[in-house]
């Protein structure tokens, strides 16, 4: 009985981390939670589905992912554009550019 019910406090913290971290991000006028324009390190800009605490195509590390980039066809950290930061060309070439759905 003391397994399970530590259990489920591990998993109810684990998702309030996921929730808070969410919330904070959107404050912080990033869109996560659909489909989201990235960066990579090299600069490519491309689109990939963002859903915080569920990833089945890269590693997640919170605000940051290591991901395929379609763009340079090489493995980058990523990270999340804010709305306020992405010019229309960049835009443009994000949606021109979507990462596979699944690995």
Not at 2 to 28: K, Q, Y
Not at 32 to 53: D, S
Not at 90 to 101: L, N, P
Request: proline share 4%; with cysteine; net charge positive.
């Amino acid at each position: 009985m003391t397994d399970r019910l530590a259990s489920r406090r591990i998993t109810a913290i684990a998702i309030a981390i996921i929730v808070v971290g969410t919330l904070i991000a959107r404050r912080r006028g990033y869109k996560v939670g659909g489909n989201v324009a990235v960066r990579c390190r090299a600069g490519h800009v491309f689109t990939t589905l963002w859903i915080p605490g569920i990833n089945l195509k890269a590693l997640d590390l919170g605000l940051a992912r290591l991901q395929f980039c379609p763009v340079g066809r090489h493995w980058s950290l990523v990270t999340p554009l804010r709305d306020a930061d992405v010019t229309e060309e960049q835009r443009q070439s994000a949606r021109a550019h979507h990462d596979v759905w699944l690995p």
